[in-house]
């Protein structure tokens, strides 16, 4: 990385005051501390110092202090250097790698179901929720989690996979019961945070008894955040004394298990296999007995839950394949052009790139450790152009993020597995009114899901307001996806909008 020459004295845009470091002088920062920075073409930091109450030299020097500059300079040259790289040609997924929902036969569904219990019942699943973000979107500043989407119940995300968790801890149970095992089974839940949500997170958690579940089941752990630089490299100062820094992305969830030592926690309590969503799906099947069977089955390395592109336009990540007997991976949107996005497969009448992705995987542990190991050595970071508070107000600089599916080139293979979108997936991303992804969209669904549920096990609904606008919720404690409702909803009538529960 180039330094700056003793002639650039002005501000830039970049928000970084581009002068030599100050003379270490009484009240300089500590020699070897400067020194380290000029290493690394990052001494502009202390541009100001001179300027700085003894207070804000401390403020400073602890940010300093705090960083691991050799990693930082690392992924910062890696990812700057990999921009543009050619990659490997855009190919559709091969058919065998995916599990279509027309293709399950019953006797698939129910032997993974089984499968998937008896590996929860055995301890050998373990759970990680994405949730280090903020409902900013909803006009919320708390963690997306703590949100009410306006379901009858009033439950927030968190308390609904909650009690998905706690139902499928029961249908394990109740499984292996019949088989003649008895004792309780708990399923470890790691909750991934950030510095803006760990706090407010676990107090959240706290003040609620844990919705049920054991505290010692529960882990908060918070992924990194890295410094926002300028497009040359540069730290950014968001003000004199402190540097612009940003989480590393929901992909950081790798570096922050294998720093916070949860994947050896893991390991030493027998988890082989690890389910990974994200916090703003409502309809998340958490822990799902199906998905984990079929992934055993299949003794993949990884797997990803998928839906279908609804139309070819569709801006949403899909599943390729890189180069002619390449990993699987997935590109963004922009990364297709338009006859790529439309191209039909001829046998199927699908789209060739159909599968999108919908942050629903599963993992085996050992591969999360080779993928922890391999995202760290490669160092290699997206780089998302953003506005950055600075000393200058917000100027254009960079985030360096890692995102959930870079794992995939790492590993040896792949499953993909459909689910229907009106099942299993109602994201919460912008406020109501926006066009989609809102919290009155996921309602709707979830009310229309379960609403069809109700109806199927024989039960009856009226309604004073029309149907497709209202609906029922079946709580996660009395069916996980529709099963076992026949006993408290047969000949029953229901009075939409309301809760069913035990």
């Known amino acids: 990385m180039e330094e700056p020459t003793a002639t650039e004295i002005e501000i830039g845009t970049s928000g970084v005051t581009t002068m030599p470091p100050p003379s270490l002088t ?26 700085l109450s003894p207070e804000e030299r401390d403020l400073l020097l602890r940010d300093i202090e705090n960083l691991d500059l050799p990693r930082i300079d690392r992924i910062t040259r890696c990812s700057l250097h990999s921009q543009g790289l050619p990659v490997a040609a855009t190919e559709p997924v ?17 032997k993974w179901w089984r499968m998937g219990l008896k590996a929860i019942y055995e301890g050998k699943l373990g759970v990680v929720l994405l949730s280090g973000g903020q409902g900013t979107r909803l006009g919320s500043s708390d963690p997306k989690g703590c949100y009410n989407i306006g379901l009858p119940s009033g439950k927030s995300l968190f308390q609904i996979q909650a009690e998905r968790i706690l139902c499928v801890q029961r249908l394990a149970a109740q499984a292996m019961s019949e088989a003649g095992s008895t004792r309780p089974v708990t399923i470890q839940w790691y909750i991934m945070t950030s510095p803006f949500t760990h706090e407010p997170t676990q107090k959240f958690f706290e003040s609620r008894k844990y919705f049920g ?34 989480p590393d992305g929901n992909g950081g969830v790798y570096a922050a298990l294998k720093s916070s030592r949860l994947l050896e926690d893991m390991a030493s309590r027998g988890i082989k296999y690890v389910d990974c969503y994200g916090v703003d799906n409502v309809l998340v099947r958490v822990a799902d007995p199906t998905f984990l069977g079929y992934f055993i089955d299949k003794g993949a390395a990884s797997a990803a839950k998928v839906v279908r592109k609804a139309y070819p336009q569709e801006k949403v990540g899909v599943f390729v394949r890189r180069g002619k007997g390449g990993p699987l991976t997935v590109v963004e949107y922009t990364e297709l052009d338009q006859s790529m996005a439309s191209a039909t497969n001829q046998q199927t009448g699908r789209l060739q790139f159909c599968w999108s992705n919908v942050c629903l995987h599963m993992f085996t542990l050992d591969f999360l450790n080779q993928v922890a190991n391999g995202l760290e050595k490669d160092s290699v970071y997206h780089l998302a152009e953003k506005k950055i508070p600075s000393i200058n107000g917000f100027t254009e600089g960079l985030k360096l993020e890692q995102f959930i599916f870079d794992c995939f080139p790492y590993a040896p ?29 996921a309602r709707l669904l979830v009310l229309r899901l379960h609403t069809r549920w109700v109806i199927a096990a024989g039960g009856f609904l009226t309604h004073s307001v029309p149907l497709y606008a209202t609906g029922v919720e079946v709580s996660p404690l009395c069916s996980y996806a529709g099963e076992n409702l026949e006993a408290i909803c047969r000949g029953r009538t229901f009075h939409a909008p309301c809760e069913i529960s035990l």
């Open 26 to 51: 009484t009240g300089s920062p500590h020699q070897a501390l400067v020194e380290r920075l000029k290493d690394y073409g990052q001494e502009d930091v202390f541009a100001l110092w001179d300027e």
């Open 94 to 110: 091969p058919e065998n790698c995916v599990s279509t929902v027309e293709e399950r036969t019953k006797e698939d569904r129910d």
């Open 213 to 246: 579940l054991e505290p010692e089941q529960v882990t908060f752990f918070q992924q990194g955040t890295l410094p926002c630089i300028s497009k040359d490299g540069k730290f950014i100062m968001e003000t004199p004394f402190s540097l612009a820094k940003a």
């Open 413 to 441: 293979s792949t499953a993909l597995f459909e689910v229907l979108r009106d099942e299993e997936f109602a994201p919460v991303k912008n406020a109501n009114g926006s066009n989609f992804d809102t919290p009155e969209s």
